[in-house]
């Protein structure tokens, strides 16, 4: 029995999923490509030594990871699109198929340099959206006991970014004993997290990179989108 379209639909815009159309799309044979942003300067920011750490397990696990400086990125709005750093940090958001976001806990949020990088990506950039269907990774770390304040204050915003932001998370309790001399870090409960989340990630991304343009095509836009034509249409011909 086929299916009633309901009578405020348009029946030519309305497009039923089917699992052809989400399998159909041939997988793509290039590494995963991961960006990874992290929210302090600090000379040992432990932000970017989870960031760093993070990096090596995607390189093991077959991914090309890519790490942004956030240092002499300016504010918000401070410079114009062109600033040297600002372009850097919007090539590689165009560049890649996910991220990993982390950043130390400041006064129960997280810290302003983690969300002027989060603010200098765009929702679109002419006919491009740097982070729609895009997987992302969120982590934090703490200077005392165990908090989620960060991490759930970046799935807002990763879903804001109309990104997919997987189920797992890490966050780093008293982070400056989680590493070595060397700032490598000390195995442990919260290193295996850090693990998990980053398998995690490269799951989902070679699971939905090849299909995000399908998996966030949406009824309500191709709706306007044909609104629009039909106006340009009408127009031309007044």
């Given at each position: 029995?086929?299916?009633?379209?309901?009578?405020?639909?348009?029946?030519?815009?309305?497009?039923?999923?089917?699992?052809?159309?989400?399998?159909?799309?041939?997988?793509s044979n290039h590494a995963?490509?991961?960006?990874?942003?992290?929210?302090?300067?600090?000379?040992?920011?432990?932000?970017?030594?989870?960031?760093?750490?993070?990096?090596?397990?995607?390189?093991?696990?077959?991914?090309?990871?890519?790490?942004?400086?956030?240092?002499?990125?300016?504010?918000?709005?401070?410079?114009?699109?062109?600033?040297?750093?600002?372009q850097e940090l919007r090539?590689?958001?165009?560049?890649?198929?996910?991220?990993?976001?982390?950043?130390?806990?400041?006064?129960?949020?997280?810290?302003?340099?983690?969300?002027?990088?989060?603010?200098?990506?765009?929702?679109?950039?002419?006919?491009?959206?740097?982070?729609?269907?895009?997987?992302?990774?969120?982590?934090?770390?703490?200077?005392?006991?165990?908090?989620?304040?960060?991490?759930?204050?970046?799935?807002?915003?990763?879903?804001?970014?109309?990104?997919?932001?997987?189920?797992?998370?890490?966050?780093?309790?008293?982070?400056?004993?989680?590493?070595?001399?060397?700032?490598?870090?000390?195995?442990?409960?919260?290193?295996?997290?850090?693990?998990?989340?980053?398998?995690?990630?490269?799951?989902?991304?070679?699971?939905?990179?090849?299909?995000?343009?399908?998996?966030?095509?949406?009824?309500?836009?191709?709706?306007?989108?044909?609104?629009?034509?039909?106006?340009?249409?009408?127009?031309?011909?007044?």
């Open positions: 029995m086929k299916p009633t379209v309901p009578p405020n639909i348009d029946s030519e815009l309305f497009q039923p999923p089917t699992a052809e159309q989400v399998f159909g799309a041939a997988p995963p490509r991961i960006l990874l942003l992290y929210g302090s300067l600090r000379d040992r920011s432990f932000s970017r030594l989870v960031v760093e750490e993070s990096a090596r397990l995607l390189e093991a696990m077959g991914a090309e990871p890519r790490i942004f400086n956030p240092r002499g990125l300016p504010l918000a709005d401070a410079e114009g699109d062109s600033h040297p750093k600002v090539e590689l958001a165009q560049w890649a198929e996910g991220m990993v976001w982390c950043s130390p806990e400041r006064h129960g949020a997280m810290t302003g340099i983690m969300k002027t990088q989060i603010d200098w990506i765009p929702l679109s950039m002419g006919a491009v959206r740097p982070t729609q269907g895009k997987t992302l990774a969120v982590m934090q770390v703490c200077g005392g006991s165990q908090s989620f304040n960060v991490v759930n204050q970046l799935r807002v915003l990763g879903r804001w970014m109309r990104m997919v932001t997987i189920p797992n998370q890490s966050s780093v309790a008293k982070a400056f004993m989680e590493f070595d001399d060397n700032d490598r870090m000390k195995p442990s409960s919260y290193y295996d997290r850090i693990v998990d989340v980053m398998e995690e990630l490269v799951k989902f991304t070679l699971l939905t990179r090849d299909r995000s343009d399908y998996l966030t095509n949406r009824y309500s836009e191709r709706k306007e989108s044909a609104e629009e034509l039909s106006k340009r249409v009408n127009q031309r011909s007044i």
